[in-house]
Every structure is written in C-alpha cells, then in structure tokens.
C-alpha cells in the first residue's frame, strides 16, 4: 500500500477561523513533508519532519503550525490566513528523507480562504 | 545551488505519437533527478527517477528518461502518447543539508494530447 490520505478534500474558511489540515501515511515511513502548490505553479515545500521532529522550515508564516503527533500522521494548523494564503496543499512521505527516497504524495488539500 | 529547468511550458501532441518532455539540471555536486506526473485536480505520482544507476531509467505508463551528464539534462520520453497521457509533468531534484531533504521542482511541462 503506496497511500498518502490527506482529509479534508475541500476547505473554504474565513481569515479569522482556525481549522487544521490531516494527513496519514501507513507505509511506515519516517519522513513527511507538506508542500504548497498555487495554481498553474509548481509545489512549494513548506516543512519537512524526520523521525517525528521538524527539520526543515522553509521560513512559513507562523500562521501555520505544522504538527506530527506520531509517525504516521501529520497535521498542519491555519489560524488568521490571508486570501493569497488559497492554495492546493500536499502531504508526502518518504522511506528515511534520504536523497535518492521517492516521494509519496497524496491528493491535497483544496483550500479556499475567503 | 540545485535547480532544474523545463523548457517548454507547454507541448501538444497528437495521440500516438512520441514526445519528448525536457529537462536540465544544474548542480555541482551528485544529483538525483526526478520526474512526477500530475493529473488535474490530483496529487502528484512518481515516473520515475534517477539515483546514480542506469542513465536510461524506464518507469511506468512506458515512459523512459535518460541521464546526460555532459549534457546535464534528463528527458523524459514516451514512443507513443494516449489521450489518458494529458497531465502537467514535473522534473525535480532533490536538496539535502544536514536537516532533511526537499523536492525542488522544476515548473512544469502542460503534455496535450488530442485525437
């Protein structure tokens, strides 16, 4: 089983909502990562987690938290977004993070910020 | 720094012919390359990708890619396109420092393929 699942598919919110974004992996990687793809653009990478800790931060506004509350989950927090901040986000996993690792993406999520 | 270009933003192609998707890389040091597929309003799915093997790599839905170190470049290729081969096509290369590893993606290639 090769399944990224990112719920949910579709979110419109508003600038002072909060929501969260999930996305689960059970292919027992240990690397995850979220990405921002604007459209006609190609991904973004926003954060990086290995073995559960943050790694990479690709200077994101704090208005969104990234968490990994086990290996196989990984949440990305929205609090006080910014129409521009409307976006495809995708959730991956690799093997280790290593270099020569494939990717696994999922289907994203579709955010609409009004 | 690593980075990839595609050169053609766009391509159209008639059903069954061949095509040719292009790809440059610039990197100073080992570089592993990359090519994923994006289907409209879907995530994006591996093609395949070369990590210093073969330089002619095969991946799935028959397309292929050839490393050209001298050339630095690494085309993807397929003999004869489906209609079903209509997607926007990424190169990219992986960024490693001793936090983690990044995709960093090249801008995209929008393959059309008509009847």
């Known amino acids: 089983d090769t399944e990224v699942t990112q719920t949910p598919k579709h979110l419109v919110m508003g600038m002072t909502n909060k929501k969260s974004l999930k996305c689960e992996q059970h292919m027992g990687h240990r690397a995850m990562y979220w990405y921002k793809q604007k459209a006609k653009k190609p991904p973004e990478l926003m954060f990086v987690?290995?073995?559960?800790?943050?790694?990479i931060n690709e200077s994101v506004p704090s208005r969104f938290s990234p968490e990994c509350p086990n290996s196989s989950l990984l949440n990305l927090h929205l609090h006080a977004l910014q129409p521009e901040d409307s976006a495809l986000y995708l959730c991956a996993s690799s093997q280790e993070g290593l270099r020569t690792d494939t990717q696994y993406f999922g289907p994203g999520t579709r955010l609409t910020v009004l | 720094a690593q980075s990839v270009t595609q050169l053609d933003s766009q391509v159209p192609v008639f059903e069954e012919a061949p095509v040719e998707l292009r790809c440059n890389y610039s990197s100073s040091v080992s570089v592993y390359l990359f090519w994923y597929v994006q289907y409209p309003n879907q995530g994006l799915q591996l093609l395949l990708k070369y990590t210093s093997a073969a330089t002619l790599v095969k991946g799935i839905n028959g397309f292929e890619a050839e490393f050209n170190k001298s050339q630095t470049s690494f085309h993807l290729r397929k003999p004869s396109v489906h209609i079903s081969d209509t997607a926007e096509y990424f190169c990219a290369v992986t960024l490693a420092n001793q936090a983690g590893t990044a995709l960093i993606f090249g801008k995209g290639t929008t393959l059309s393929v008509s009847s």
């Open positions: 987690y290995s073995y559960e800790k943050l790694s």
